[in-house]
């Protein structure tokens, strides 16, 4: 029998169907993946079984038992824990007392922290997760706040760990450790699930698959007993091809954007130097936090450039406000979504007309044309093939990877000059990479500047001309892309190695 | 159709309960059931005065709520809307002692002006110190609500104060600064029509205007306008200031329609039942006229109670407390939570 059984699930939102008749059976001791395109109902499934959200029909049986479960409190007392893919930590407590966050620790009210310290030592050391209980957690990099997370969900004593898409937002160095640390638990009798769409990874770390497309159960597999190309026919329902990138030559005659030594007045970043010629994707390689975030926010205005000039085509814009500057051309694709570039609770017309409402088209001497911003609305659900009930629904109840369809739609629509992207398929899924990477491209041989900030240096080195490292806030190096790259070298740059090119 | 039944479900079980508790406060005072009841619904919609007088108590509720409603939208939560009201009524009461010669026309023309600027003025100053300096506009707007009573106390007893009475209030304005009245004999006067046409062209600058959906956007997620090129600062001083402003034109219309005198106690509380009124109104022009509708009848029916059963006012209060309370926890007890 098995651990988890999870039976003809049913769950839709406003009339459309989230999850249909969807089975999930997870055995003790098993790593199991649940894999499907954004918006093919994993999380859905998951927030259910976590008691975030109530199944519209189905059943959950926990070793045969027949469960109830109607808040996540329900289900940390039947052992599961989630991790989510946006953290719940709190950045100004310490990593101890956001793992005892809600718990009555020895000693409450007066808690002992150094014993609780010490337990979390212990038990840290026994997964492998190295972390420091005194530590703030606003100090902690992204995956040691995964890590928290982690301890947090073992701390109270899960059973059953779900993990919604936890490589997101690691570098590859870190996935691995996250990995080790998965099969440790396993070995130690617990069970996960993992919620991804990377199928690499499923393949290498789970025993059992469950994919899932369009709310509906497809596929239920041993790893063992599958491979790439059926997971892949599965999860999309068609073939992927890998994208070739056609060399340009440089036919605009004009300058780009030129950046000359930028700076921002906390001097967090810079000074930075980088020539964005037309029709040029520059990609800017880089562990994560290494200030690529401030680096777009300086380009963008939403930072003030201090010192340093920007100019696009000879025209200085440092002095210019994000305004200013959007109307001269500029698209920006943050790598947070939910907080900088989506109003949550307006519907996806008036999220398209947060940049538009100044434009001829949708902006009637002061009043909006709705009609046309209806139009306009509808034309990028069908190029972008976003998935939504209806157009008047807040974007909040999107799926994130349509979430990030609808910003694309809105930034790189029109005549853009500058492209700056910012982990643009971060969380997305297979097919959805595929379309931004071809807008990207798109956008390349029309003649636009394109930044591409990512942390996925397969992304970097498919779409881009030419490669700049960031490290602790400055570029260390611009590497030229003709033929192979250096892949070594990139990555002691990326690690911040003083080594030189002949060195 | 599941979440319409669970509506009309709920509203029914607030009014039972809303009604039950009434009926028990009723018989609590002493007073017969019936003919309290038959009082109040008298009071309301007994005669041709007593509908004038519930439009009469909407007036400056309306006005006021649309202002607070604004605010509410950017982010600007401004309980002064009191103090914005006094504002108003000192604005007409200097304009109209300072200028008295002035035609009707004008006259109301610069009393809307001018109260509009004042309450402005009053709520752009806490405003500034949110947008510019983050300070929390929640306290700043109670403070200056004292600030702005009692300053009316002093100008009463000082500048304004009318030398041929012992009583501290203004002298009576010249007729020039009077709202015409709408239907005699009951006090009904053009202040109604203003707060309506105020309705509309809320409604048309905030869901209908570029600035009203910046300023919407800005209310929901100041982050993300700010990268979409959205000022937050000055969309937020421009709410601040309508906000205001519409809770100015609140007290002209109290003066110019009603008292046509500047006294202390101008508003009993409206400024705080206006933040009510926008909450029940979902801080929508549109429902916010009937919200206020509905207070003001609740107050005038209540009065009309006390007259004539002697059932303390008080109850009305009680019962408009508890209202406000069920109606805000009615989506949790009902279970239609938006997931």
Known sequence: ???????????????????????????????????????????????????????????????????????PKDAINHKIGMVHQHFTLVPTLTVSENITLGLK???????????????????????????????????????????????????????????????????????????????????????????????????????????????????????????????????????????IRAKLPCTFDRE????????????????????????????????????????????????????GSLTLDGKNLEHLGVKQRRAL???????????????????????????????????????????????????????????????EHPVRYLSGGNQQKLILARELAGNVKVVIACQPTRGLDVGSTEDVHKTLLELRSQGSSVILISSDLEEILDLSDNIAVMYRGTIVDVIEREGDVDLTYLGLLMAGSPARRNA | MKRSVSNALSLTVVTCIVLGVSLLLIAMVGSSIPSSLSSFIRGIVGSTYSIGEVLVRATPLMLAALGVSIGFR??????????????????????????????????????????????????????????????????NTIMLN?????????????????????????????????????????????????????????????????TGFCMRAVGLNKRASMCSGISVKSHMVLSALLSGGLAGLAGVSEIAGLHHRLIEGISPSYGYLAIVVSLLGKNHPFWIILSSLGIAALQVGSMAMQRSSGVPTSIASIIMGLLVIMILARKQFFGYREV
């Open chain 1, 105 to 243: 620790s020895p000693g409450y009210p007066f808690v002992k922290r150094k014993q609780v310290d010490e337990e979390i030592r212990l038990l840290s050391e026994r997964y492998n997760l190295a972390v420091d209980p005194t530590a703030l957690v606003s100090s902690l990099s992204v995956g040691q706040q995964q890590r928290v997370e982690i301890i947090k969900v073992l701390y109270r004593e899960a059973q059953l760990l779900i993990l919604d898409e936890p490589t997101a937002v690691l570098t590859p160095q870190e996935v691995e450790s996250l990995f080790d640390i998965l099969k440790r638990l396993r070995a130690e009798g617990h069970s996960v699930i993992i919620i991804t769409h990377h199928i690499a990874e499923v393949l290498s770390l789970t025993d059992r698959i469950t994919v899932l497309r369009g709310g509906l159960k497809v596929g239920d597999v041993k790893t063992k007993e599958t491979n790439e190309a059926e997971l892949s026919q599965l999860m999309v329902g068609r073939r992927l091809n890998r994208m």
């Open chain 1, 256 to 307: 780009g954007l030129s950046i000359t030594a930028i700076q921002d007045a906390q001097e967090s970043v810079g000074p930075i130097s980088l020539e964005v010629p037309p029709g040029r994707i520059i990609g800017i390689a880089g562990v994560d936090g290494n200030g690529q975030k401030a680096f777009a926010e300086l380009l963008l205005g939403i930072r003030k450039i201090k010192e």
């Open chain 2, 74 to 139: 950017t982010g600007f939560i401004n309980i002064g809307a009191e103090g914005q009201i006094y504002l108003g009524a000192i604005a007409i009461t200097w304009l109209g002692m300072t200028f008295p010669s002035l035609p009707p026309i004008l006259m109301i023309f610069f009393a809307i002006l001018v109260g509009f600027l004042a309450g402005g003025v009053w709520s752009v100053i806490p405003g500034i110190l949110k947008a510019k300096f983050g300070l929390s506009e929640i306290i």
């Open chain 2, 146 to 210: 004292y600030i702005a009573i009692n300053l009316v106390g002093i100008l009463v007893r000082t500048s304004l104060k009318d030398p041929s009475y012992p009583y501290p209030m203004s002298p009576i304005l010249p007729p020039a600064s009077y709202f015409p009245m709408l239907l005699l004999p009951t006090r009904l006067h053009a202040g109604f029509l203003l707060a309506l046409i105020c309705a509309v062209l809320v409604y048309l600058l905030m869901f209908r205007s570029s």
């Open chain 1, 329 to 391: 051309g500029f698209g920006y694709i943050s790598d947070d979504r939910l907080l900088d570039s989506l109003v949550l609770d307006m519907d996806m017309q008036e999220n398209l007309l947060l940049t538009r409402y100044r434009g001829q088209e949708c902006n009637h001497h002061h009043f909006i044309a709705r009609k046309k911003l209806r139009e306009l609305t509808e034309q990028a659900v069908k190029k972008y093939a976003i998935k939504s009930g209806s157009l």
């Open chain 1, 1 to 71: 029998m098995a651990f988890l059984e999870m039976i003809d699930i049913d769950k839709a939102f406003f009339g459309k169907s989230a999850n249909s008749k969807v089975n999930l059976y997870v055995d003790h001791g098993e790593i199991h993946a649940l894999l499907g395109e954004n918006g093919a109902g994993k999380t859905t499934l998951m927030n259910i079984l976590y008691g975030i959200y109530q199944a519209d029909g189905g059943s959950i049986t926990l070793d045969g038992v027949l469960v109830q479960i109607k808040s």
